[in-house]
């Protein structure tokens, strides 16, 4: 039977790419020896780490004001690790849009304080508030976006500008290299790698290089200020190098693909493709205010928590797993990053109508 994996993180990975990693697997580039078991300093991974880099560079568009940087400890180290570098007892303005948001704010009031500017938590986060209402501090440290919100099943459909002098900070975890955007508006975004961009075990950053300078370095560890990445090229202690093999691997991927401009393409067509579906139904809904709802991970319910169980349950004896909604909202969830085909998209809804059948 044919699987398709819908789950948001770790998630399924190209097939192309994971075939590749296969074939290299134990003897990398006729070494004798796979990736994993080479030195990180040595003439076979140098190159796999600059290809990373500068598969970033090119699909994002960035320029030498930023520094591409990989680092351990995935998204949430990112909550802590950037206030640590740049609050310094000041003020942050967050954006609270999901429970990722609500976790890396709360990281934040331990360096300085947090101005919520917005947000949707009275709602259950059901949707993006506007920005018209956010109340901003002049002269915030940052302001903090998560762009697209994994576990609600929102985005902003429309990314923030800045407002001058406040650099604007995004957590993309689950939507990074969905869609083209303009890196020039952040002064740094971030993304754990394990949706988009590889297996988990890092995250990557997009850090605008003069921000680093920020940080005071005497209250700092080392290994949490991004001026030590910078300065070693993500190499100041051993990085994940099998995790940065495998973001080369993919961005390889994404760029066969056409880059982001055709990944949004396909993308906003699976969702739409499954929201259509949502949309004319009686049976199945959607918690999400429509204008904001999310390309990667679409939300839905049953009529009823039973059915809800149900569905997740024989969705995986037909071969369409991991559709149980976060445990902490309950539902179903689908999501559908880069590398989940249209075709898994419309098995998913043929199998939705025949259930909607069985159970009406
Ligand atoms: N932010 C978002 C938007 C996420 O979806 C997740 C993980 N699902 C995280 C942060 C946390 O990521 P990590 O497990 O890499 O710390």
Known sequence: MKIYNFAAGP?????????????????????????????????LFEPVLA?????????????????????????????AMLAMNFLNGGVADYVDTGVWSSKALKE????????VVASSKETKYDHIPAESEWKRTADAAYLHITSNNTIAGT???KLPKPTPGVPMLSDMSSDIMSRPFD????????????KNLGPSGMALVILRKDLAARTDDSKVPTMLRYSTYIENDSMF????????YMLALVTDW????????????????????????LDNSSFYKSPVAKADRSIMNVVFRTPSEELDAAFVKEAKENGLTELKGHRLVGGCRASIYNAMPI???KALVEFMKKFELANK
């Open 237 to 244: 202690n051993t990085p994940p190098t099998f995790a940065i």
């Open 11 to 43: 998630a399924m990975l190209p097939k192309a790419v994971m075939e590749k990693a296969q074939a290299e697997f134990t003897n990398y580039q006729n070494s004798g020896s796979g990736l994993m078991e080479l030195s990180h300093r040595g003439k």
């Open 254 to 277: 994404v760029r066969e693909q056409g880059g982001l401009a055709a990944m949004e393409k396909i993308n906003e067509e699976k969702a739409a493709y499954l929201y259509d579906f």
């Open 51 to 79: 290809r990373a880099e500068a598969n970033v560079r090119e699909l994002l568009n960035v320029s030498d004001d930023y520094a591409v940087l990989f680092i351990q400890g995935g998204a949430s180290m990112q909550f």
């Open 155 to 157: 985005r902003f459909t």
């Open 183 to 194: 890196i020039n508006d952040f002064g740094m975004v971030y993304a754990g790698a394990q």
């Open 343 to 345: 075709e898994g998209v």
């Open 108 to 115: 934040a009031k331990m360096f300085g304080s947090v101005n």
